[in-house]
């Protein structure tokens, strides 16, 4: 394989992250500005064993979502009164008031001292998709330890930072702080089955009072460590904007009969025959798109030759970045809208002709369309009228947040990614291609950005929903530094100061 080859295929591996622009920030520590009640960041080694072993417990209890409206609700009512014994703190301080919204989601409400800075939003998710445990290494429900990794559903998503808010802010009550900033901790108990009796409630909860955010923080992007071969150390992508999404269901009704009769077609074949028409019609490809190339172009100048001469001179060599990138499946997914067909359900009986034939399709929206155009290509490319179109749910892709020099909070997630995790240069937006509970709180803010302070390397991608999903103790333990150090970084007057981009 040649050269240039094999560095357009690393460059796309890192488009799977969603890369937006890429900014080098320099002379951060000149540019924080830090109380001098500030609260250093040091933990007892009693502290962090406390760390892991409430995240343990936290994974043990089987929050698991099944389908809207189908939740565990036993385990959902016991880590209701979990989090309540981990961190008394929290719930005995006199600014602080917990709620419980939809019966099993959690909204806290730290009221700060200064009433002039605009509050913001912490997000995270308490349920998680099941967990079958064939595959899996050890029990998905056991918080198992093993050599230094804490296994178990929940451990990437979305318990960590469950667990991660509130002890970074129970450490922070322990030590007599008192925030400067008011902010909002959410914790929704049905993100994995859209959210809607969780996040939706709260943010309508919020809305009702005439509450205004000055930014969120949820789950959504990550800390990627040798994902392309030229870059030595580990990088940071802030999700500014993620895909929207539709479920729609295909079905072909047909007079029932007996198999020994067969009609020409079965409603099965005919179904059959319009999925697969899917499956081998993709979508169009948005790599044409002004801002990808943007992105490719400024991320170029972070890279050595050739691979920056390729993306630097995508009029020439745009056709070729673009062709590599579909042949990937996860590449793929951040220069089009996918398809994917996720169920198919026929036929009563071996010897019956079925009467009808549901399958149901799952596209997830590339942000240069809409959920219209997507439903007009579906039916272009289906090009058959015995198949009904039912959308079982859809909503367009996400806004795009700012990520400029004004925008508060990127540069307090830069600031605070820059400063705990400090072999970390680059730190650039992107796009989620999956979705979360931020998308139920557009109505209270424009920014919104999604993170987590989680290093992961190619094959942890493939544990979130899949098996021997785990994180280490190490890693939980930077991701509760950094609430930890992020809360104080929103209390500091900081200034948004240009910083230089090398171009």
Request: hydrophobic residues 40%; glycine residues 6%.
């Amino acid at each position: 394989m040649a050269r240039p080859y094999v560095c357009v295929l690393a460059v796309a591996a890192v488009l799977l992250l969603g890369i937006g622009t890429v900014s080098r920030s320099k002379n951060l520590r000149d540019q924080e500005h830090q109380r001098a009640s500030r609260i250093p960041s040091q933990f007892s080694q009693e502290e962090r064993v406390a760390m892991k072993e409430a995240l343990k417990g936290a994974i043990q209890i089987p929050t698991v979502s099944f389908s809207p409206g189908e939740f565990n609700t036993t385990a959902l009512a016991e880590f209701g009164e979990y989090i309540r014994k981990v961190f008394p703190t929290v719930f005995k301080t006199s600014f602080i008031q917990h709620e419980a919204v939809g019966e099993y989601s959690h909204l806290f409400t730290v009221r700060g001292s200064d009433p002039s800075l605009q509050p913001y939003l912490l997000l995270a998710h308490i349920d998680v998709v099941p967990a079958p445990r064939q595959g899996w290494e050890v029990p998905p429900f056991s918080g198992l330890e093993r050599d230094g990794f804490i296994y178990g559903r929940g451990t990437l998503d979305n318990k960590n930072s469950v667990m991660g808010i509130l002890h970074a802010l129970e450490l922070l009550l322990t030590r007599n702080y008192i925030p400067r900033r008011s902010f909002f901790i959410a914790l929704g108990h049905d993100e994995e089955v859209l959210g809607t009796n969780g996040a939706q409630k709260i943010s309508a909860l919020l809305q009702a009072r005439g509450t205004q955010l000055a930014f969120i923080v949820d789950e959504g992007g990550f800390i990627y460590d040798g994902f392309i071969a030229s870059l030595k150390k580990p990088f940071a992508i802030v999700s500014v904007s993620e895909k929207g999404s539709i479920n729609l269901m295909l079905q072909v009704n047909m007079t029932p009969g007996h198999s020994s009769v067969p009609p020409k077609e079965t409603s099965i074949g005919i179904l059959a025959a319009a999925v697969s028409r899917l499956e081998k019609t993709p979508m169009p490809n948005m790599f044409a798109d002004k801002h990808l190339k943007k992105s490719l172009q400024q991320l170029a100048n972070e890279l050595s030759s050739p691979t920056s001469i390729i993306l630097n001179n995508l009029w020439l060599f745009g056709p070729l970045v673009s062709r590599i990138m579909e042949r990937n499946h996860l590449t793929n997914a951040l220069v089009r809208t996918t398809t994917a067909l996720t169920m198919f359900n026929a036929g009563v009986k071996v010897n019956v002709i079925p009467p009808v034939a549901q399958a149901t399709v799952n596209f997830r929206i590339h942000p240069a369309q809409t959920v219209q155009e997507v439903l007009e290509l579906a039916k272009s490319i289906v090009a058959d009228d015995r198949v009904q179109f039912h959308v079982l749910n859809a909503f367009d892709p996400l806004p795009v947040s700012s990520s400029d020099d004004q925008a508060l909070g990127y540069q307090l997630l830069r600031q605070t990614i820059q400063s705990v995790i400090p072999e970390i240069n680059i730190v650039a937006p992107g796009t989620c291609v999956g979705n979360t509970d931020s998308r139920h709180y557009t109505n209270l803010t424009t920014g919104i950005y999604r993170f987590s302070p989680i290093t992961l390397q190619a094959q942890d991608l493939q544990s979130i929903h899949g098996i021997n999903e785990k994180i280490s103790v190490q890693t939980y333990e930077k991701q509760v530094k950094f609430v930890f150090e992020f809360i104080q970084n929103a209390d500091t007057d900081l200034r948004l100061v240009p910083h230089q981009h090398e171009l």
